[in-house]
């Protein structure tokens, strides 16, 4: 049946957006193992969410294939789940595997949204840079000294020291954006087969 077959390719889709998403700092993936799945969670699986179906149209001339609409919201889910994914997974990996440490900044980057190079009170680097929304505020000056914590592997962006992050926020939106990215690709896959069927008819 069609809608199984659908089903079945947007759970992987979706599936795979966040998954790959998720697990890349989480596991944590080695850079050139991590560098390809983000582009596959980010891009390539969104984007075959649609292009696969309108594939899909063989009996329909190209000059009058049209797309369902609802397949535009696989395509927005995938590519949000793929970028929200990679912050909830570095949420995880920071309470599963961070380190609490006495930073110094060494350098400010506010072109645009701001970035931190850090560097701990004992001289080495603290890799990545401490963005905007994590304690790189705007007052922040080099040589400001805080408390962050931060990731031993260099994966997951740090954090100052303001609490515990709100990680069940992030579970709501991922399994909203992934819940509507299954039914809605399913829904545009069974649509864009039936156009298929009734042109072969016609």
Known sequence: MDWIRWLLFSLVCAGGSLGLAWLGPVVPLPSWVRAPAGLLAVFVLPFASVLVPMLSLRRVPRKKRKLAWQLIVPLTAGVAMGVFGTEAGGDVALADRGRWTEAV??????????????????????????????????????????????????????????????????????????GAAVVMGTWGGVRQSRWDREYGVA
């Not at 506010?110 to 840079?129: A, F, M, Q």
Request: proline letters at 4%; hydrophobic letters at 25%.
């Open 105 to 178: 900044v060494v350098d400010m980057d506010d072109s645009g949204t701001n970035y931190c190079r850090l560097r701990s009170t004992d001289g080495w680097s603290i890799s990545p840079s401490l963005a905007e929304g994590d304690g790189c505020e705007d007052w922040v000056e080099e040589g400001h000294e805080m408390r962050v914590r931060y990731d031993p592997e260099g994966i997951a962006g740090p954090t100052e020291d303001t609490g515990d992050r709100d990680s069940g926020s992030d579970g709501t939106l991922l399994a909203s954006l992934f």
